[in-house]
């Protein structure tokens, strides 16, 4: 049976943070300590983990409701000061380099699906050398943040790849909403920002509890 006819999917598309990239808790740690920085009150890890994913403007109105626009551009000023200071810290899930590639050489379109600026993620991919691993990619100042479905549908349509035979993977509910919207399968990860109990409306066709258990489920039903 040729690679073509063992895929269920063509393109899968990940998120970045808390699915591939090991990052929540500094992202976390970045936002409290911004939105005090201009006088806010800090929110709770829950509150700061929720945002992830999301594009700038929502992620700041919902992380610091205390703060007023104008603050805005200031707050994200001192979020990127403190995430930088940790951004050679960060490291990819264990596994995750060795899942990529077993599905590369299934002829899988690989992408990435982020709520990070263009700029963030080149500087990750540099990061961890990941340049050539993925075909595409979009972020969230390059098309409508997530949880729209246009960033997964102009993925598609650069790849010529139907919503049928497309899957998202995510740590969020922005990312499993982002798939239904676009009317694609979507699969949830535990291990990053949000609680899994939230994943059930969205439908996923799994939970991963590691990055181990997705590489067999994507290998076996991908």
């Known amino acids: 049976m040729s690679n073509l006819q063992a895929r269920q999917f063509d393109l899968i598309a990940f998120d970045w943070d808390g699915t591939l990239f090991d990052s929540t808790k500094f992202i976390v740690r970045a936002i409290q300590k911004a939105v005090i920085d201009v006088g806010g009150k800090m929110p709770t890890d829950e509150q700061a983990a929720y945002v992830i994913g999301l594009s700038l403007q929502p992620a700041l109105a919902y992380a610091a409701p205390d703060v007023p626009p104008s603050q805005y551009d200031l707050l994200g000023q001192r979020y990127r000061f403190y995430y ?16 990529l590639l077993a599905l590369k050489k299934k002829s899988h379109h690989l992408a990435v699906a982020t709520g990070k600026s263009r700029r963030g993620l080149d500087d990750a991919l540099n990061t ?82 590691s990055v181990e258990q997705l590489h067999t489920w994507l290998m076996t039903r991908g």
């Open 128 to 209: 961890v050398q990941l340049k050539g691993m993925f075909d595409t990619s979009r972020t969230a100042d390059e098309t409508a943040g997530k949880p729209s479905p246009l960033m997964l549908q102009e993925l598609m349509s650069e790849l010529g790849v139907s919503a049928q035979r497309t899957l998202m993977i995510g740590d969020t509910t922005h990312d499993l909403e982002m798939a239904q919207r676009a009317s694609c399968a979507s699969v949830g990860v535990s291990y990053g920002a949000h609680r899994h109990e939230h994943f059930e409306i969205w439908k996923p066709r799994y939970i991963a509890h």
């Open 84 to 99: 930088t200071q940790h951004q050679n810290d960060i490291a990819l899930f264990d596994g995750v380099i060795e899942m």
